[in-house]
Structure formats: structure tokens, C-alpha cells
């Protein structure tokens, strides 16, 4: 009997060694609506900006971007017809990663990936609705990692040319933003190949929360140049195909001058609607970036941006 009711606790422990990082959340979802207001989700947006958080909960086990900051992704429509704009890239399949970018007040950049204007934006794991998925987040570069020219086969590696300075932070020396931004500020080389990346994996328990945090320090430790551009966070492939479950936030554009994100943006938004089923309505938001380090970004929903409404 003894060994039977050792085997029963066992197996419970080991089935709850992955735990949902839903379960975690004492901050409380701000009104997660199912029908995705887009008012909400414009307000929303701009407190999860504003949140200028070490952590989660006051545990450094639960990194900041669970429930704070906004992390998104620049698209182009319909690229090259092989895949949604929501789903892994050919090359994130195989690579293992898919390269998001996380704005936040204290981690502010202008412009976009690729000089972009619109993509889409994921809920905070905490803040999410109960029936979607956690996503998993690798690892943190406080600025473009240039992970393209790294390995093809994997994410959240050395680059060749740099393989001890550039690989995963805390194997390099490297654990906080004055140690990163010394790295980068050597003279001569690359430093977006040279820089490595902290590692925030929910494996890494109560050092994933401080190496996440020294990431967004870092950025904004390089003044105007941290400005200039963005950061790269690469979170785990995930199954494509499977849009009712995926936390997508909102679809946005940049706004300001002929607003020309916007015709793609409208573009996804029904892309999504019809791929969906039970229908899904994700609203367009205007992101309006901050003008300076110590600027605000702004997030809105404009009614007649939409091209499906519910």
C-alpha cells in the first residue's frame, strides 16, 4: 500500500512539474472580455505599457512579461502565400523560435522591426483569456539580436563569428544590464551579433524573472542608441493552424501620416475572422510610438479602422 500511494504522489508531482503559468496570476485579469472591445483592449494595452514591473507578484520566478509590457510582432500580408500572418514562419518551424519584440515604458524604441507599421500584439500570459494557450518564452536580447544570422537551426544561440561573448548571457558571465551594455560597447566588431541573450525560461524558475528584467534594463541603459531600435524576444514555435486558441491581443498599425499599416492590418483582421471558428473578432489598434527614450507610446481603437465588427 505504501508504494502504491508513493507511486500515486509521484506521478502527481511529475504531472504538475510544467505548471500553467495562468494558475499563478494574483494581479487579475483586467476585464478580459470574450467579445474583445476594442476600447478595452485599447485601455488595457495601456496599462499593461505602463507597468513598469521588476516581476510578477513580487516573485522573481514569474517574469515581467506575464503580466506586464506589450509584447508584438511586425507582418507583411500574406508572405510569400505560404503561411497566416499568425502562424510560425517556415523559418521559425525550423528553427524552433518565432522573434517578437516587447515595448514597455522603461524599454521604449521608434521604430519597428524591418521599419514595419503593423502586425499584431500578444496578451500577457496572466492577462489572457482562460482558453488560450501559454506560449513559451526563450530568451531576451535587449536589442536586435541579428538572430537570423545565427543558426538557422536553432534560436537562442551563439553567433558564430562571437561564440563565447554572444551566447545565452549567464554562460558568457553576464548577468546584469551594466555587464550586457559593457559587451556592447566594445570597440571594433558587431555588437547586435556580439550581445547575448538572457535566458527566460519558465525552466529557470527564480532566475528567469531577474534575467528578464536586466534585459529591459539594458536597453535603456544605451540612451538614444537603445532608442533607435528595437528589442528581439524569441518565444517557442508553437502548432500552426490553431487561430481560436492563439492570444492574440489586437491587430495594430502605426499610426501617423497616410496611416499605411493600416490596409494590411484590416487585411489580417478579417483574414482571422474567417479563419476562425466559432468566429473571433480581434480589433485593430493605432500604435502611436514614442518620440524619445523617456516618451510614451499610445495605444487606440478608432472605430472606422475596422474592417469586421461584431
Not at 38 to 45: E, K, R, S, Y
Not at 84 to 105: E, N, Q
Not at 166 to 182: D, F, L, M, P, R
Not at 263 to 278: E, G, I, L, M, W
Request: hydrophobic share 35%; aromatic share 12%.
Amino acid at each position: 500500500m505504501l508504494k502504491i500511494i508513493g507511486f500515486l504522489l509521484f506521478a502527481l508531482i511529475a504531472g504538475c512539474s510544467h505548471l500553467d503559468r495562468h494558475s499563478e496570476n494574483e494581479i487579475g485579469a483586467i476585464n478580459n472580455a470574450s467579445t474583445q472591445n476594442g476600447t478595452t483592449i485599447a485601455t488595457q494595452l495601456n496599462t499593461f505599457y505602463s507597468r513598469k514591473f521588476t516581476n510578477c507578484n513580487k516573485s522573481d520566478s514569474q517574469p515581467a512579461f506575464l503580466c506586464s509590457g506589450v509584447t508584438l510582432r511586425v507582418t507583411v500580408k500574406d508572405p510569400n502565400n505560404q503561411y497566416k500572418v499568425w502562424d510560425p514562419s517556415p523559418t521559425s518551424i525550423k528553427s524552433g523560435g518565432v522573434s517578437f519584440s516587447y515595448l514597455r515604458a522603461d524599454t521604449n524604441f521608434g521604430r519597428l522591426a524591418w521599419g514595419y507599421g503593423n502586425g499584431y500584439i500578444l496578451y500577457p500570459i496572466f492577462e489572457a483569456p482562460a482558453d488560450k494557450i501559454d506560449l513559451d518564452y526563450l530568451c531576451s536580447y535587449p536589442m536586435d539580436a541579428w538572430t537570423w544570422t545565427r543558426n538557422v537551426t536553432a534560436v537562442c544561440v551563439a553567433h558564430p563569428s562571437y561564440p563565447v561573448q554572444s551566447q545565452i548571457c549567464h554562460n558568457a558571465g553576464v548577468t546584469t544590464a551594466e555587464q550586457w551594455k559593457a559587451v556592447w560597447d566594445l570597440p571594433g566588431g558587431t555588437p547586435n551579433q556580439r550581445s547575448c541573450g538572457f535566458d527566460v525560461k519558465d525552466d529557470r524558475n527564480a532566475l528567469a524573472g531577474p534575467a528578464f528584467y536586466q534585459s529591459v534594463r539594458a536597453k535603456s541603459l544605451l540612451g538614444a542608441k537603445g532608442f533607435s531600435e528595437h528589442n528581439e524576444v524569441l518565444i517557442k514555435t508553437w502548432t500552426a493552424g490553431r487561430p481560436n486558441t492563439l492570444p492574440i491581443m489586437a491587430f495594430f498599425f502605426v499610426a501617423g501620416g497616410t496611416n499605411a499599416g493600416l490596409a494590411d492590418a484590416q487585411y489580417n483582421q478579417r483574414d482571422f475572422y474567417n479563419s476562425t471558428n466559432p468566429k473571433i473578432v480581434v480589433p485593430i489598434i493605432r500604435l502611436t510610438p514614442p518620440d524619445s527614450a523617456n516618451g510614451t507610446a499610445t495605444f487606440t481603437y478608432v472605430a472606422a479602422d475596422q474592417a469586421v465588427t461584431q
